[in-house]
């Protein structure tokens, strides 16, 4: 939050302006009720509420504009009674209920401007500050001494004869001025880099001028290891909340975390040549497909496997899960376009698995938590249509996780698969210097700033940087690529994040073999804590037992049904409990609460179309999270009521007898930016999505067992498969002409404080907006109750930039940013 000196002094007066108005406004609204109780005559009641209405001013302006006018009525130079008294009693009432209105507008709008106050002389956003040794054991994790490990030869072999990146001179260079533009777009936007960053990053994105003289200092520097420089007392490093744990980030300058995001970026293009010919792993999947479609016998898959693995020649095996040139198609590629596969179940499936290991997002956690949906829909769409394909057979699921891998990383493993994918030995030694970052170190355990050592990282990469990125991924796909050279196996994965499908449980046993010995002989372990397995239309061999596998707070069952991980549902409601204790202002109570509430959204994969029952699960979490929020039965709408209610009384002044006005349901979930408290509302965050799954034209499930050639042509299967992979947009409601009106007002309003960021509204606020609207007009009489003259509107902007990271997530819950 901004907190300049111009800043302070505009929210200091336009508050203390505020509760002065609030003052003489609720004296005046108490003396035109008294003077209306008693006037003499219905005409008399009639001209007092009228006048007394009208010539209310707030800030300068009038409190009603939108009053009638009724001068004919309330001339005193004309006889009342030539006034019919139906009419008189008509305008009285509608005139009674404005006072009203606008007695409850101008305390809600006192009620709103407290808590903006308290939301700013506390802070801003909350900020979930980390135990007083998670930041000393962190950092200590990655200076202590990397597991022993033993993988020269086996990435040596692995990658022998392996396409190597091209001389310097035939590399095709990222400009550097567009590829900065992306840098600063991510950095300005990441949630977890310092508010600092992201500003300065923002700044950039406005200033080309200063943009377009640091793209050329970065070019002057190149990729040499002389390029990285660190500051004299090392680099500092922070614990920061991601969601579900702590984890350790540094702060770098602005500079040099953009050199190490553009020379990502060049590796990135560098890299996918290497990463061989999508068709030839699209063949070779073929073959596999047919014989387990025969039911052939374990030897000859096993044939099949080793001969896939002798013949790779061109391309070589690391080949496996290469990234499609083509990253701007999600369905189909330019070179197949007219084939019958452009369209078929394998074309989906590899279009799918490329795009997870597109290396989009500037470091692999957010990576991860932005593959969540594709990953759940994947792993289902391959059981429905192996089990729609083939009904007799069962299929083996296993799900495999790493231990704490991006901070457990071996240097030496890194370095050893760039030189053998033929980095250039100054660009190695680029990657070593940015490996071996060197960090700060308090005098103590503690969380001081004061620097009494520097000590240089032995293992992991750094989170937070687009190259770290891609340094994990080049691990898993070494991986896949030693796996499937040994098992046959389906492998869907996203960083560290593993799942083998096959119908053989021979097989899957093998394969969990491979993974575990090569990230051993690698110097990582597994998770056996997210370690999972079942059987999909059977019973698990005695020598695959263990628990149910789990994807975020989903589990999988022997049927092929998702449901809610109830202890993982509790420990994070338990988790956002402790935060929101912590929180000291109200809406940095509803920001933790949102923000958790977006992520179960996520966790529970709200938006992916796993069928009724899982939807009906997921809705029911969502609403139980805010429903026993306090406890069992005790919701947190109450909650924050009473916290607001409470609140106010304390700033209202000791004179004030009137008891507190109750708090509508509508303004509880209205928009912050429109002057409502902002909480999210988890009925309509599940229920727009039950609505798209009821609007959307099914595909009826083909009958198996499966046809020859089922899976290479634009079919029935294929069109089920789609279907299977394509998740639930939320649903909006229809427009009336009047809903259309305050939609188009809203954008305004939003447009305004967020600097013309807002252009559009998510399906969420349309519901809102719908299903709240007619009782926002009802109780206040306007929409428009938010007096933006006395309310510190940039508040509301520095609120948009502190809390866009922790609340907004458009996919996952069709919330987005809007306002």
């Known amino acids: 939050m901004r907190s300049d000196p111009t800043t302070q002094f505009v929210t200091a007066v336009k508050l203390r302006e505020l509760r002065a108005q609030h003052s003489q406004l609720s004296e005046a609204y108490d003396q035109l009720t008294r003077q209306a109780e008693t006037a003499t005559d219905p005409y008399q009641r009639l001209r007092q509420l009228y006048r007394g209405l009208a010539d209310l001013t ?77 930041l000393h054991e962190l950092r200590e994790h990655v200076l202590a001494s990397p597991r022993p490990n033993d993988h020269r030869g086996l990435i040596e072999n692995l990658l022998a004869g392996v396409s190597r990146v091209g ?13 900065l533009q992306k840098a600063l777009s991510i950095i300005a936007n990441d949630q977890y880099q310092s508010a600092r960053l992201r500003a300065e990053a923002r700044r950039l994105i406005q200033d080309p001028t200063l943009a377009g ?20 007392g090392g680099v500092v490093a922070r614990a920061v909340w991601t969601r579900n744990k702590w984890r350790l980030y540094t702060d770098q300058d602005l500079p040099t975390t953009c050199l190490l995001d553009v020379l990502a970026r060049r590796w990135e293009k560098e890299l996918s040549d290497v990463f061989g010919d999508w068709r030839q792993r699209q063949a070779e999947d073929h073959r596999l ?9 374990k030897a000859v898959l096993d044939g099949e496997q080793q001969q896939s693995a002798g013949q790779q020649s061109d391309p070589p095996p690391i080949a496996d899960l290469g990234t499609v040139r083509d990253s701007q198609s999600r369905a189909g590629f330019e070179f197949i376009n007219d084939d019958p596969w452009a369209s078929s179940v394998l074309t989906q499936r590899y279009s799918h698995l ?17 593959m969540f949906f594709p990953v759940v829909a994947l792993v289902n769409a391959e059981i429905k249509l192996a089990r729609a394909a083939f009904p007799d057979r069962p299929l083996y699921v296993v799900k495999l996780d790493l231990r704490d891998y991006y901070s457990s990383i071996p240097h030496d493993l890194v370095l050893t698969i760039l030189g053998n994918l033929g980095v250039r030995q100054s660009e190695l030694d680029l990657a070593a210097r940015f490996l071996a970052m060197p960090l700060a170190v308090p005098d103590g355990p503690g969380l001081t700033d004061d620097h009494g050592d520097t000590r240089s990282a032995t293992r992991g990469v750094p989170m937070g940087y687009r190259l770290s990125a891609l340094l994990a991924e080049l691990i898993g796909r070494c991986m896949e690529a030693y796996v499937r050279q040994r098992a046959a196996v389906r492998i869907i ?13 021979d097989a899957a046993v093998a394969a969990q ?4 010995a090569f990230f051993q002989t690698c110097g990582l372990t597994l998770n056996d804590d997210k370690f999972g397995v079942v059987c999909v239309g059977g019973e698990l061999p005695a020598a695959m037992a263990g628990p149910l596998p789990r994807w975020g707070m989903l589990t999988l069952d022997q049927r092929g049904e998702w449901s809610v991980h109830e202890a993982a549902f509790q420990q994070h409601l338990a988790q956002s409990r402790g935060s929101v204790m912590a929180a000291g202002a109200v809406l940095s109570k509803v920001d933790i609460i949102n923000a958790d509430l977006t992520h179960l959204a996520r966790g529970v994969a709200l938006g992916a179309d796993l069928g009724d029952g899982h939807r009906a699960e997921a809705g029911a979490a969502l609403v139980r999270f805010v429903d026993d929020y306090v406890g069992p039965g005790q919701g947190i709408a109450a909650a924050l009521c009473e916290d607001v209610i409470a609140l106010v009384g304390t700033r209202s002044g000791a004179d004030r007898q009137a008891p507190p006005q109750a708090i509508p349901e509508a303004w509880l979930y209205w928009p912050v930016t429109a002057g409502g408290l902002g909480l999210r509302n988890p009925y309509i965050m599940a229920g727009q999505f039950a609505e798209a799954a009821r609007r959307r034209d099914r595909v009826v499930v083909p009958q198996g067992p499966a046809e020859a050639g089922w899976n290479t042509r634009d079919n029935h299967w294929s069109r089920y498969y789609r279907q299977l992979l394509q998740p639930l947009n939320p649903a909006a409601p229809t427009d009336t002409a009047a809903t259309a009106s305050l939609t188009r007002d809203f954008i305004a309003r939003g447009t305004t404080i967020s600097q013309g960021a807002q252009l559009t509204l998510t399906p969420y606020w349309h519901w809102i907006l719908s299903v709240y609207g007619p009782e926002i007009r009802e109780r206040f009489g306007t929409f428009r109750f938010l007096n933006t003259e006395l309310v510190p509107l940039q508040l509301l902007g520095a609120r948009r930039t502190d809390s866009h990271s922790i609340t907004d997530d458009p996919w996952a819950t069709g919330v987005g940013s809007s306002f």
């Open 513 to 516: 073999g491979h993974v575990t």
């Open 58 to 134: 707030y800030a300068g302006g009038k409190v009603h504009p939108e009053l009638a006018d009724l001068g004919v009525l309330a001339n005193d130079t004309l006889p009342g009674k030539a006034i019919s008294a139906d009419l008189v009693e008509r305008w009285s009432s509608r005139l009674a209920d404005e006072l009203t209105a606008g007695h409850l507008r101008s305390e809600f709008v006192f009620r709103f401007g407290v808590l903006l106050e308290q939301w700013a002389t506390s802070g801003g956003s909350p900020q979930r500050i980390p135990p007083t040794r998670q």
């Open 289 to 297: 497909e047919r014989l387990w479609a025969l039911n052939a016998p």
């Open 493 to 505: 994965r996203v960083v560290d994040d593993i799942c083998l499908l096959t119908p053989d449980p």
């Open 354 to 370: 490329n795009e997870l290991h597109e290396v989009t997002a500037a470091d692999a956690y957010q990576q991860k938590n932005d």
């Open 213 to 232: 003289e640091l793209a050329d200092v970065l070019t002057l520097l190149g990729t040499g290891p002389d390029a990285l420089q660190w500051p004299a």
């Open 167 to 179: 001389p310097a001179k035939d590399r095709v260079e990222a400009t550097p001025a567009e590829s």
